[in-house]
């Protein structure tokens, strides 16, 4: 059974402090996904990476995959109120017809 | 102009009760799942389908079942629905079997009672 571990589960911060999140796992990914849910809403893709050792940013979000492609990380710079919601990994399986295995969830939440 | 749009929002229902969600993705892709997303949040795959055709069905019980009429539409049909069934589902698509990401309809929370 594939798992990927995430962590922490909850996080409560100060605006304009930095965070990281984690995601780790025994299995290889031929990509890893972030997304983003906010209450009442589907999950929003963030971002896809899918080689490994890379990194992507999105203005305050800095995303890495892991070299060997079973662990990836979502680094917040400075965060804010709006960042607030449920951050999810998932990972692609090679070969399971698109299959996402997510992570349990970070419950971010930031006070101004 | 939702990319993914499902109905209802919302299913009170009876135990025993047979109940249908919808699900349709203007997006022109080829592939579309089921998820459930327990009360801890956490998300788990029932169903996909590729064009169509049935690619993945995680051991769900045969008291749901999905149908594709075409690639665009996905709908679950759950017959005699138990108190475990309470849950908030979510259709998704994808552009094919690749799976660069996928993007999820707003949800549809059951409740059985």
């Known amino acids: 059974t594939q798992l990927l571990e995430q962590s922490p589960q909850f996080l409560s911060i100060q605006e304009g402090e930095n965070l990281t999140v984690y995601c780790n796992s025994s299995?290889?990914?031929?990509?890893l996904q972030w997304y983003r849910q906010e209450p009442g809403e589907g999950p929003v893709l963030l971002v896809t990476?899918?080689?490994?050792?890379e990194v992507k940013k999105l203005k305050r979000l800095t995303f890495q995959f892991g070299d060997a492609r079973k662990d990836s990380s979502l680094h917040i710079t400075a965060a804010q109120p709006g960042d607030t919601g449920l951050y999810l990994c998932?990972?692609?399986?090679?070969?399971?017809?698109?299959?996402?295995?997510f992570g349990q969830g970070t419950e971010l939440s930031v006070k101004p | 102009d939702t990319a993914v749009s499902q109905t209802p929002k919302y299913l009170v229902t009876q135990m025993g009760n047979d109940k249908s969600i919808k699900c349709e993705q203007n997006?022109?892709?080829?592939?579309m799942y089921w998820y459930k997303q327990d009360s801890k949040k956490f998300l788990k795959i029932m169903f996909s389908?590729?064009?169509?055709?049935?690619?993945i069905n995680e051991t769900v019980p045969n008291r749901f079942s999905p149908k594709s009429p075409d690639k665009a539409h996905l709908n679950l049909h759950i017959n005699s629905l138990e108190l475990g069934d309470s849950a908030v589902y979510f259709c998704?698509?994808?552009?094919?079997?690749?799976?660069?990401?996928?993007?999820f309809g707003s949800g549809t929370r059951l409740t059985v009672v």
């Open positions: 997006l022109g892709h080829d592939t």
């Open positions: 998932a990972g692609d399986v090679t070969g399971q017809g698109g299959k996402l295995i």
């Open positions: 990476v899918v080689t490994g050792g």
């Open positions: 998704a698509s994808s552009q094919d079997l690749r799976n660069y990401g996928y993007t």
């Open positions: 299995s290889v990914f031929s990509s």
């Open positions: 389908y590729n064009n169509k055709e049935l690619i």
